[in-house]
C-alpha cells in the first residue's frame, strides 16, 4: 500500500448552499489535508480515504459571513475545529466511484456519500505521477448539528438546509508502506 496525499495547490474544497431559497451562497475550505491508502489509484475499490477540512479557513468571499459561519451558530470553529471523513466503502463502476463513510461535524458522525470521479493520471514537471478525482456529495446540514436559521417576512428561511459538497483533487505519492 501507498499513502496518497492531496496536492492542495492544486485541489479545492467548495461548497454551495441556497439563501434566501432562491439564489445560491458558494464557499470554499482553504486549510485541509487527505491521505489515500492504496496500492493503484485506477482502482480505488480496496482503498481507504480519510480526509480533515479546518474549519476555521471557511471563505465565502464576506468576512462578516465567514465570521458568522466560524461561530457558535455554525461551525463553532473554536470548540469544533475540525470536519472529518473516513470511508468505510468504496464501490468501483467504470471510471466512477460511491465513496461511502463517516462524516464528523460538530462531533456528530453520519454516514455520507460522495459520487466520485477519475479524471486520470500525468505526470508533473517534475517526474512524478499524479492522479485527478472529482467528487460530489450532498448533506443535511441539521442533521451534523448546524440549525441557525432565520425566518423570512414572505415565507421560507434564509439559509437552505442541503448542503452539496465539491471536491476537486489531485493526488500525489507521499509513502511507501
Not at 99 to 109: A, C, P, S
Not at 161 to 170: G, P, R, S, T, V
Amino acid at each position: 500500500m501507498t499513502n496518497w496525499t492531496i496536492d492542495t495547490a492544486h485541489s479545492n474544497i467548495s461548497f454551495s448552499v441556497k439563501h434566501m431559497m432562491v439564489s445560491k451562497v458558494r464557499g470554499s475550505f482553504g486549510d485541509y489535508s487527505a491521505v489515500i491508502h492504496a496500492t493503484d489509484l485506477t482502482d480505488l475499490s480496496g482503498a481507504g480515504v480519510e480526509f480533515t477540512i479546518r474549519t476555521a479557513s471557511i471563505d465565502t468571499g464576506n468576512e462578516d459571513r465567514d465570521n458568522h459561519l466560524r461561530s457558535a451558530d455554525f461551525f463553532d470553529a473554536e470548540t469544533f475545529p475540525e470536519i472529518k471523513f473516513r470511508s468505510t466503502h468504496i464501490e468501483k463502476d467504470g471510471d466512477d466511484y460511491k465513496i461511502t463513510g463517516d462524516m464528523t461535524i460538530k462531533d456528530v458522525t453520519k454516514p455520507v456519500t460522495f459520487n466520485a470521479e477519475y479524471n486520470g493520471k500525468g505526470t508533473n514537471p517534475w517526474g512524478v505521477d499524479v492522479y485527478a478525482f472529482e467528487a460530489e456529495s450532498k448533506l443535511y446540514r441539521e442533521d451534523f448539528g448546524l440549525t441557525w436559521n432565520a425566518a423570512l417576512e414572505t415565507g421560507g428561511v434564509l439559509v437552505g438546509k442541503e448542503i452539496k459538497i465539491n471536491l476537486d483533487l489531485q493526488i500525489n505519492p507521499a509513502s511507501a508502506e
